[in-house]
């Protein structure tokens, strides 16, 4: 069964900290990893976008890496401000006949900042 | 503002009901994906639909059907509401393929 697993469920680090969020994910076939940040009640942002032959992909302050053996990713952001306060959510691609269309979706990391 | 609209951003319904989502895509975007996030649950993939043309299906009810038109705006029909279909439904448009997908900023529908 297809599925993305994140951890931790929610993070508070205080402002200027870095941060590490960890996604496991079984996805069949696989075609890429995905991270977004959800701000509560809004659509959720795209940050990164792997293929399976890319290890790391950076987008500002955030890094994504991959590992396709072990089937792990994470979201390094680093120097935290209060507006990086969001749900950031693993989703990972399945490979249908050219459809993207099968994403699986982690439940997120819900990471506050604080001042 | 991705460029992604949808209407109405919220809609209150009795069980038994029906409704229709509407969402325009980005200019330029073929392709268009229809989510359903639940409270404190992940989004769940529900529909595909490019260049007017059903894609991928996902978990998506029978009471639920969509559909993209000529100018690619596409509908979400909701039939025979019940209160456990209350949740933020998201449609995203990509320009197909494994492209980035930018989403709306939903509806919250409420069944009462």
């Known amino acids: 069964k297809n599925q993305v697993e994140q951890s931790p469920q929610s993070l508070i680090i205080l402002e200027g900290k870095n941060c590490t969020l960890q996604?496991?994910?079984?996805?069949?076939?696989?075609?890429?990893l995905r991270w977004y940040k959800q701000d509560t009640g809004r659509g959720p942002v795209s940050l990164t976008i792997?293929?399976?032959?890319?290890n790391t992909k950076s987008n500002g302050r955030y890094t994504a890496t991959l590992d396709a053996d072990t089937k792990q990713s994470s979201l390094h952001i680093t120097a935290s401000q209060l507006s990086d306060s969001a749900s950031y959510i693993c989703?990972?691609?399945?490979?249908?006949?050219?459809?993207?269309?099968?994403?699986?979706f982690g439940k997120g990391t819900k990471l506050s900042v604080k001042p | 503002d991705s460029g992604v609209t949808q209407t109405p951003k919220h809609l209150i319904t009795a069980t038994g009901q029906r409704v229709t989502l509407r969402c325009s895509p980005r200019?330029?975007?073929?392709?268009v994906y229809w989510y359903q996030q639940s409270l404190d649950q992940g989004l769940q993939f529900l529909i595909h639909?490019?260049?007017?043309?059903?894609?991928a299906k996902g978990n998506i009810l029978e009471r639920f059907s969509a559909q993209q038109f000529p100018d690619l705006h596409s509908e979400l029909n909701l039939s025979s509401l019940e209160l456990g279909d209350s949740a933020l439904y998201f449609c995203?448009?990509?320009?197909?393929?494994?492209?980035?997908?930018?989403f709306g900023p939903g509806t919250r529908l409420t069944v009462l």
């Open positions: 995203a448009s990509s320009e197909g393929g494994y492209n980035e997908q930018f």
């Open positions: 996604c496991n994910y079984t996805v069949s076939p696989f075609s890429n």
């Open positions: 792997m293929t399976f032959s890319e």
């Open positions: 989703v990972g691609g399945a490979n249908y006949g050219g459809s993207q269309g099968n994403l699986i």
């Open positions: 200019s330029g975007d073929l392709s």
């Open positions: 639909y490019y260049n007017g043309e059903e894609r």
